[in-house]
């Protein structure tokens, strides 16, 4: 605002500035010009910034030194010759027979028979349960890089017996093992299936739905008081925080629609579930909460459509219909789908509402269909930044590094579908 | 709405009389498949209706029985400032002072940088800067909330523990929650003040710089007043966007209600109670349980409000540049 009065000075003599006190008046109204475009500049940065020291962050933290040291020698456990990674399923059971306590196997058979286990699994438990790798410490990446000497210090005085090696803790292993109590054996297998059988369900609910609201708000509305209380409705349900749906979700479709949500329904009822705590219950919540972006995003698509393009299939003698879906979805089609793509986007990154719903604190068996248990990838995250040891960090980062894939994969592609299809009308 | 409905277009004008010696049939005929179809699309549409109706329902029925609750009332659950369910105490206070102290700071952050960020783009960027720009933007308003969350626990806090020393930043803290909140709102300021900074008039610019006015002097003293009410609503609905927030706050900001305004101490906010409560084992009935719903109730009410106004208000900036 400072501006503003050195402007006016000006005026006060009745007179504007001449000569001298012109040049000066300019002066000093480019400084402040300069000034605040430094703001500006700055405001700029410090959203650059913050991206790049997020991303940072997660990068430090997923790749660095850990210091390990096994508690039983993988080499100790060769049979006749054959090292542990390429012994047979049989092999591998008999081993977690021999050296895991009973009632540890016991609990094991009742989440999944062992029997049934794949080969990866067995070794997967053979390693977590018989060799007991430990990482004993982990440091995050500038540390690695930039201060090796005093950590290989630091570990040859502390863990005498362990070695000291750099790990990456996103590794092709850590997208199919399953989730685990020893980060250095964790992955996110189930929770990945978790989040694509979730977003699989919401949007085959909410596209249909929010396509075909679009198109009914867009083609058929009048201007009628209900189809304004439509348009309102809809774009305050947007406004609505994500953790009200969560609410929602727990109260009418773990609770209130139990039978349907746990599969009793059906007659398909998971055994180690037995409620609507599921991924059903967790698609349909989200679906509810992407709705109304995926109705807005639509709508402009729709809108989009030229209306000669209508006219044009009208004097043609198409019906309403046949018009909207010969003519105008294809044309909106692009449109639609960007954004839809955009809403699922965002759907796969929600925590909160999935975490009242009811997500399961600890899974290591794969969903088989839309009546398990669930957790997903965001979930997986959370629990495991709430944990206080180092090595969840790690792992967390490591998780995080994975979503943020499959974020950008699908935003990528809605950028794509855009850039490719977009203002084939002049409008 | 730009609706041809497909009676007018149809029918021929002389229809009876051409029926006899014309093959082609062009009476009006009721077409049911096309009904149906457009009462299904109204279905689409009315599940919306059904979601908001049933967001009101759960959230009252549960609330009502939790002020049914024996010890419960309405004006001890807006007046006391304990929140201590074991002892039976259900004020409110505590819960709100944490979410209005990581709102405020996250305000603080988003609504000058964001409007920085717009002004900068909308007035001074070259259209190269602006391809740039733009994706960065929509890339920060769109990851994940629970990585922000991450960021905040292991980035911000051990910064600002280092900076201003760990007596005094306890390792939950509200201040480094609303500061991240800030980075993620701050998307969301930007884009909807440019949007209103982009809508005024070329020829307003124009007249300015005629009169001798710098590029600053145009953008601070006619353009921003100009869109000052699509800035207004971008600034209500950011602080509707940080009450709702709930990650970061659930990860950063602390667990257990405290009754503080200090930004460095540990203290949950609305959102962040009610994740930690439904996340942990919850029953049924239970006290806890309706409690979440009467916390929910409050939350609706405001970010509702604060949604309804900051439509208001961008519809009465539409009606002076149309």
């Known amino acids: ?427 | 709405m730009h609706v041809v409905r497909e009676d007018s277009s149809g029918q021929a004008a002389d229809g009876s009389a051409t029926k006899a010696e014309s093959p082609l049939d062009l009476r009006r005929r009721p077409r049911v498949g096309e009904r149906i179809i457009q009462g299904l699309l109204l279905l689409c549409g009315l599940v919306s209706i059904v979601t908001t109706l049933g967001i009101v329902y759960v959230l009252g029925k549960e609330s009502l029985l939790f002020f049914g609750s024996r010890g419960v009332t309405l004006a001890k659950f807006l007046g006391s400032t304990r929140w201590q369910p074991v002892i039976g105490e259900f004020g409110i206070w505590p819960l709100v002072s944490a979410t209005l102290s990581t709102t405020t700071i996250a305000l603080l952050v988003a609504l000058p940088l964001g409007l920085g960020v717009a002004v900068y783009l909308s007035e001074y960027a070259s259209p190269r800067m602006r391809s740039v720009l733009k994706p960065v933007l929509e890339v920060l308003a769109g990851v994940p909330t629970v990585v922000y969350g991450y960021f905040a626990l292991t980035f911000v806090t051990p910064l600002l523990r280092s900076i201003l020393g760990r007596n005094l930043v306890e390792i939950y803290n509200t201040a480094s929650a609303g500061l991240v909140m800030g980075i993620l709102i701050l998307p969301l300021v930007s884009s909807m003040s440019e949007d209103a900074l982009s809508a005024v008039p070329r020829s307003l610019r124009e007249a300015s710089y005629a009169l001798g006015a710098t590029r600053l002097e145009t953008a601070i003293q006619v353009v921003v007043p100009a869109a000052l009410s699509g800035i207004a609503a971008a600034f209500i609905l950011a602080v509707s966007r940080a009450v709702g927030e709930t990650m970061i706050v659930s990860i950063a900001a602390g667990a257990g209600p405290a009754f503080t305004l200090n930004p460095f101490r540990a203290a949950e906010t609305m959102t962040g109670h009610i994740v930690r409560i439904s996340g942990g084992d919850l029953s049924y009935d239970s006290i806890d349980y309706n409690s979440i719903f009467a916390i929910g109730l409050v939350l609706f009410a405001i970010t509702l409000t604060l949604n309804a106004i900051s439509r208001r208000v961008v519809q009465r900036f539409r009606e002076v540049y149309e």
Do not use: C
């Open chain 1, 1 to 427: 605002m400072s501006a503003r009065w050195e402007v006016l000075s000006g005026d006060e003599a009745g007179t504007l500035p001449e000569g001298e006190g012109l040049r000066l008046n300019l002066a000093r109204r480019y400084r402040v010009a300069s000034l605040w475009r430094t703001f500006f500049v700055a405001a700029v940065l410090v959203a650059i910034v913050s991206l790049t020291a997020l991303l940072y962050n997660v990068i430090d933290q997923a790749f660095g030194l850990v210091a390990v040291q096994n508690t039983v020698e993988p080499a100790s456990l060769a049979v006749g010759g054959v090292p542990l990674a390429e012994q047979t399923s049989e092999q591998l059971l008999t081993l977690l027979q021999q050296r895991v306590p009973s009632a540890v196997l016991r609990r094991m058979e009742s989440e999944q028979p062992l029997a049934q286990r794949s080969r990866e699994d067995l070794n997967a438990l053979v390693l977590e349960r018989v060799v007991q790798l430990r990482v004993l410490k982990s440091w995050p990446l500038h540390l690695s890089l930039l201060d090796r000497e005093a950590i290989e210090a630091q570990v040859g005085e502390q863990y005498p017996q362990a070695r000291l090696v750099f790990r990456s803790w996103l590794t092709p292993e850590f997208l199919t093992r399953s989730q685990s109590s020893t980060p250095a054996l964790a992955g996110v297998r189930t929770a990945l299936l978790g989040s694509l059988w979730t977003i699989a369900i919401t949007l085959l609910v909410a596209f249909p739905l929010g396509v075909g609201a679009a198109i009914y708000l867009e083609e058929y509305a009048r201007d009628s008081w209900i189809n304004r209380a439509l348009q309102t409705n809809i774009s305050n349900l947007a406004g609505v925080p994500s953790i009200i749906y969560g609410i929602l979700g727990l109260a009418m479709l773990v609770r209130g629609l139990e039978p349907l949500t746990s599969g009793a329904w059906f007659g398909a009822v998971d055994p180690t579930t037995a409620n609507g705590r599921t991924i059903l219950s967790a698609g349909l919540t989200l679906a509810l909460l992407v709705l109304p972006v995926v109705i807005i995003n639509a709508q402009e698509a729709i809108r989009a459509v030229p209306r000669s393009l209508r006219l044009a299939s009208y004097a043609l003698g198409a019906t309403q219909w046949q018009t909207i879906w010969h003519h105008v979805l294809p044309s909106a089609l692009p449109g639609i789908l960007t954004g839809s793509v955009m809403a699922m986007s965002r759907a796969i990154g929600e925590t909160a509402p999935l975490v009242v719903v009811g997500a399961s604190t600890f899974i290591a068996v794969d969903p088989s269909g839309p009546f398990s248990k669930f957790t997903t990838l965001p979930i997986q995250i959370y629990q495991w930044t709430s944990r206080p040891q180092d090595q969840f960090r790690n792992i967390a980062a490591a998780a995080i590094l994975v979503l943020l894939a499959l974020f950008l994969t699908l935003n990528a592609s809605a950028v794509l579908l855009r850039n490719r299809y977009s203002r084939r009308y002049v409008s």
